[in-house]
Nanobody, 125 residues
């Protein structure tokens, strides 16, 4: 059973930065597509960023492009989300997710199989 555990969330002022980590256990996720989604109160879960299995391809939502960077360390079975220039609109629970076997990028939550429990990111104005 694959487990994804996020960490690194917290409270930060607008303009600040946070780095989220997602550590996978139970199976090596090398060469498997992974992503980050977020869900704000009263809103649907939305795509944030995705990375291909090799780490060479990435995709971002328009709202975070240029501010967030997704990366992965396959040796550590870990995916990261570096978040810069944070704004109150980025406040949400952030979820790490993984596809089952496919290495390609996906932006729909239905393309992912495993999900972490989420980590809260709160940006104060």
């Amino acid at each position: 059973q694959v487990q994804l555990v996020e960490s690194g969330g917290g409270l930060v002022q607008a303009g600040g930065s946070l780095r989220l980590s997602c550590a996978a256990s139970g199976r090596t996720l090398t060469n498997v597509g992974m992503g980050w989604f977020r869900q704000a109160p009263g809103k649907e879960r939305e795509f944030v960023a995705a990375i291909g299995g090799s780490g060479d391809t990435t995709k971002y939502s328009d709202s975070v492009k240029g501010r967030f960077t997704i990366s992965r360390d396959n040796a550590k079975n870990t995916v990261y989300l570096q978040m810069n220039s944070l704004s109150p609109e980025d406040t949400a629970v952030y979820y790490c997710t993984s596809r089952t076997y496919l290495s390609g990028i996906a932006i729909s939550p239905h393309m992912y199989t495993y999900w972490g429990q989420g980590t809260q990111v709160t940006v104060s104005s």
